[in-house]
């Protein structure tokens, strides 16, 4: 069973920065994709940025040229940098990983942004 263990939320100031981490474990098969989603009160999930195994990466357009996501596969963590804070940056921020034909998800850490 691949576990996912979050760090890094936490409250910040507008134009403030925070770095959240992600590390996978509990699998010995290669990570295909892991990525962090987000979810506002009141809103859906949306994706806010994925890393791939190939090296790709996808951004959600809120957050291209203030986040940025990274990846380090020997340790199976996925960092996401988050610059320029905003308000509307204020979720649940829950990571993702697939292994195979699975989906795993974290636990979700708070990222609250204060005007």
């Known amino acids: 069973q691949v576990q996912l263990v979050e760090s890094g939320g936490g409250l910040v100031q507008v134009g403030g920065s925070l770095r959240l981490s992600c590390a996978a474990s509990g699998t010995s098969f290669s990570v295909n994709a892991m990525g962090w989603y987000r979810q506002a009160p009141g809103k859906q999930r949306e994706l806010v940025a994925m890393?791939?195994?190939?090296?790709?990466?996808n951004y959600a357009d809120s957050v291209k040229g203030r986040f940025t996501i990274s990846r380090d596969n020997a340790k199976n963590t996925v960092y996401l940098q988050m610059n320029s804070l905003k308000p509307e940056d204020t979720a649940v921020y829950y990571c993702h990983a697939q292994v195979m034909a699975w989906h795993y998800w974290g636990q979700g850490t708070q990222v609250t942004v204060s005007s």
């Open positions: 890393t791939f195994s190939g090296g790709n990466t």
